[in-house]
């Protein structure tokens, strides 16, 4: 049994993926990937809950933010941060994650040790 957060990425590009695990992996965390809105939605209900949800607004089965809006909704889900990840430049997008509890919109591409800094700061002041 480790003691380490778990942050999931919810990413249905195995590329981006592989990046984020890249980025992140010398952060003292467990790194859990899975590419479908629904099942993230599934995993997070689960024990133990990941410390934070790194959740791309295009995913099969159950869109990012259609995942975000059932997450907020849920009084057992709404204190999970969340990031978004998007490659969508519509201003609406990003408006639209952050009126929704979203407390990051991150733009693809992104920078690798900008997303590292951002995560690890971001779980050392929730700890």
């Known amino acids: ?14 590329h981006i993926s592989l990046l984020v695990t890249y ?18 939605l599934d995993r997070v209900r689960r024990d133990p ?7 791309d607004l295009n ?3 159950l869109g990012g933010m ?6 907020k909704a849920d009084e057992s889900l709404c204190r999970i941060p969340v990031f978004l ?7 609406a997008n990003r408006n639209e ?12 591409p992104f920078d690798v040790q900008g997303l590292a800094h951002v995560v690890g700061n971001f779980l050392a002041h929730r700890r």
């Open 49 to 55: 809950r990941p410390a934070l949800v790194l959740l």
């Open 59 to 61: 995913l099969p089965g």
């Open 66 to 71: 259609d995942v975000l809006r059932a997450m």
């Open 97 to 108: 994650a952050l009126s929704l509890g979203a407390e990051r919109f991150i733009e693809k």
């Open 85 to 91: 990840l998007s490659a969508s430049m519509i201003e």
């Open 23 to 40: 980025a992140l992996e010398a952060l003292p965390i467990t790194i859990e990937i899975d590419g479908n809105g629904k099942s993230v």
């Open 1 to 14: 049994m480790t003691d380490r957060p778990t942050l999931l990425v919810a990413e249905d590009d195995p």
